[in-house]
Structures are given as C-alpha cells and as structure tokens.
C-alpha cells in the first residue's frame, strides 16, 4: 500500500520552544492531508486539515497560531507547535488519502513529543 | 455531524475465545476502517470495507459491514495473546475521498491465558 512517512518519530523539547513535525507521502500526491494528536489511553482527534497551496482549516478549540501548517507541496505537510508547553505533549499523527483508484487513507509513524 | 460509536471500550478475554467488537456510526458512509494500534505505535490497517455486505478476513480477525445498519463488526476467533492491542474504527463519510475520517473511541483488548 501507500506510505506516509513521519519526522521525527519522537522528540523532547523544553517549554517555549518550537518544534517541526514532518509528514511526506513518498509514493503519491496529497493535495490534502489532516494532522491528529492523540492523548494517553483515548482515541485520535482531528487538529486541522492540511491543504496544498491554501491555508489549513482548523477543527474548534485548535488554535491556529500556536499550531501552525504549512502545505507548500503535494507530497508534504508540516506542522510546527510553538512556543511548546508541557500540556502540548501527546502524540501526534498525520495522514494522507492516496486517491488512485479506491480513495483510502494512509498514516505517518507518530510523533511523540514531550516538552519539559 | 457524523458520530461513531464503538463497543466495548474495555474487553479481557481468555486465549481461545471468540468475541465480537461493534461499531456503529451516525451516517451514511462509503468506506469503513478497521485500525490495530500496539502501545506508543501508530495505526496499523487492518481492514478496509467498502460496500454493503462486504466481508474480509485475515487470521482470526473477521470484518463485515452492513450500511442499511450502519453497523461494522470486528470478530475474534480463538484469541490469542499477540491480539492484545486497541483497535479503532473509522469511517470516512465523503465521496470525493478529501475528508478526514472519524474515530471510534477504541476498544483496548486484553488477552489472557
């Protein structure tokens, strides 16, 4: 199947600093890809779609300075949390839905950030 | 707005036994995900069901999918211990593909001897 590949698959940042999350998709083109975050023990939450060329569409209660995205092209999206504190920690998931044929959806490794 | 509901949350079951996860979900969906998700991991796919009726099988895992129901099921025959993980439902509820899929709150299986 498709591949979605994410970097960094963990990082520790301390608290105030930015960190940049990568999401490629290596065998296909992605106008759109959506970024999730997952909290211990409960399911994934949608944060925002990614979109190629556009500005990201953000899901109610995401702050959109702090969490900002970049789409600059079809096969990658960035997600940058700044100014990071400890209740940012979680892990993160981006996915891709590969279109050729039957639409299907396809998700990045994680990141697991903690801020300290 | 599309919800989905998955049940049990929490299931502990005997190596050897069969038990069957339910998903329900609010709309009308083209296509149903099933995800297994091991501790600090990300999703791993495990089924992906596309039509009314539509059944898939690998191992002892068993999936259907019934729209006029809107009922995805995820059957477990004769568990085993290497099952233990959460496993997720997910429906994408557009036609074009573009929008994001919405998650069942899991169900964390545990398989015990």
């Known amino acids: 199947g498709a591949v979605v590949s994410q970097h960094p698959s963990r990082v520790i940042c301390k608290s105030g600093t930015s960190v940049k999350i990568e999401c490629r998709s290596l065998?296909?083109?992605?106008?759109?890809m959506f970024w999730y975050r997952q909290f211990p023990k409960q399911s994934l939450m949608l944060m925002a779609t990614?979109?190629?060329?556009?500005?990201?569409?953000?899901e109610q209660g995401v702050e959109k300075d702090k969490f900002l995205i970049n789409h600059a092209s079809l096969t990658l999206s960035t997600l940058t949390v700044t100014s990071a504190h400890p209740e940012d920690s979680s892990f993160y998931i981006c996915?891709?839905?590969?279109?050729?044929?039957?639409?299907?959806?396809?998700f990045g490794q994680g990141t697991r950030l903690t801020v300290v | 707005e599309l919800k989905v509901e998955q049940n049990p949350l929490f299931l502990s079951m005997q190596e050897g036994k069969n038990y069957t996860i339910y998903c329900n979900y609010s709309?009308?969906?083209?296509?149903l995900y099933w995800y297994r998700q091991d501790p600090g991991k990300s999703l791993e796919s495990l089924f992906v069901?596309?039509?009314?009726?539509a059944v898939k099988q690998e191992g002892r895992l068993m999936a259907s999918l019934d729209t006029k129901a809107r009922l995805s099921t995820l059957h477990i025959t004769a568990a085993v211990h290497d099952l233990s993980a959460t496993y997720f439902c997910?429906?994408?509820?557009?036609?074009?593909?573009?929008?994001?899929?919405?998650f069942g709150k899991g169900t964390r299986l545990s398989v015990i001897a």
């Open positions: 065998d296909f083109q992605a106008t759109t």
């Open positions: 069901l596309l039509s009314n009726g």
């Open positions: 709309t009308t969906s083209d296509r």
């Open positions: 996915s891709a839905i590969a279109t050729k044929g039957v639409p299907e959806a396809f």
């Open positions: 990614s979109n190629e060329g556009s500005k990201a569409t953000y």
């Open positions: 997910a429906v994408d509820a557009s036609h074009s593909g573009n929008t994001p899929l919405v």
